[in-house]
Each structure stands twice: as structure tokens, then as C-alpha cells.
């Protein structure tokens, strides 16, 4: 098994920046793509973005483009999320998950979840 534990959530005003980190512990961290998910109030769980095990394919979400870079450091076991150009739709708990595919960008492609982190984005 793999367990994972997210921090660095927060409050933010709008157009600040967040860093987001995700450790993990158990079996081997690098035999394992990571993902970012987000889960606003009354909706769905959505994808954020995705890192491959060698961290050679990343994937985003339309939406983070351009303004989120997800990033993974395999000897401290830990993949991050920088959140820049924060906007009040970004404001949701973020959870970071583990999956035995490449990148998947489907919840249901991954095994192992962490609990979450609060992000609110104030305008």
C-alpha cells in the first residue's frame, strides 16, 4: 500500500500563488504516477493535473494550464503542485492520489488517496 498526505493548503486573495505538497510513504514512490484532484462544494471530483512515475509526462487540466505546475521529487517522495494566478473557481480540497498506469486522468485509475487540503481563494 501506499499512503499519502497532502499540505500546504490555505487562504489566498485572488492572483496569489499556493504550493501544495503531497508525501508519501509505503512501497516504492517512484513506481507510482501521481495525481492532482479538486473537489469544489457541491460538485464532482475533477482532474487537476498528472505526472508519469519518471515524471516524463504531464498532463493538465484545461483550466490550470498555463498557471499550475505539478512536479515530483522521487528521493523525498513528495510530488507538488505550484498554483499560480489563483482565482476564486480554483477554491476547492485538493487531493493528491497514486496510480499504477502512466498518468491517468481518471479518478478511478487510482488506488491510493489522500485526505485533502482546503484552498480558498478569496476575491
Known amino acids: 500500500q501506499v499512503q499519502v498526505e497532502e499540505s500546504g493548503g490555505g487562504l489566498v486573495q485572488a492572483g496569489g500563488s499556493l504550493r501544495l505538497s503531497c508525501a508519501a510513504s509505503?512501497?516504492?514512490?517512484?513506481?507510482?504516477?501521481m495525481g492532482w484532484f479538486r473537489q469544489a462544494p457541491g460538485k464532482e471530483r475533477v482532474f487537476v493535473a498528472a505526472?508519469?512515475?519518471?515524471?516524463?509526462?504531464?498532463y493538465y487540466a484545461v483550466s490550470v494550464k498555463g498557471r499550475f505546475t505539478i512536479s515530483r521529487d522521487n528521493a523525498k517522495n513528495t510530488v507538488y503542485l505550484q498554483m499560480n494566478s489563483l482565482k476564486p473557481g480554483d477554491t476547492a480540497v485538493y487531493s493528491c492520489?497514486?496510480?499504477?498506469?502512466?498518468?491517468?486522468?481518471?479518478?478511478?485509475?487510482?488506488?491510493?488517496w489522500g485526505q485533502g487540503t482546503q484552498v480558498t481563494v478569496s476575491s
Open positions: 492520489a497514486a496510480a499504477a498506469g502512466v498518468a491517468p486522468r481518471n479518478p478511478y485509475e487510482y488506488d491510493y
Open positions: 509505503g512501497r516504492t514512490f517512484s513506481g507510482y504516477a
Open positions: 505526472i508519469s512515475r519518471s515524471g516524463s509526462t504531464i
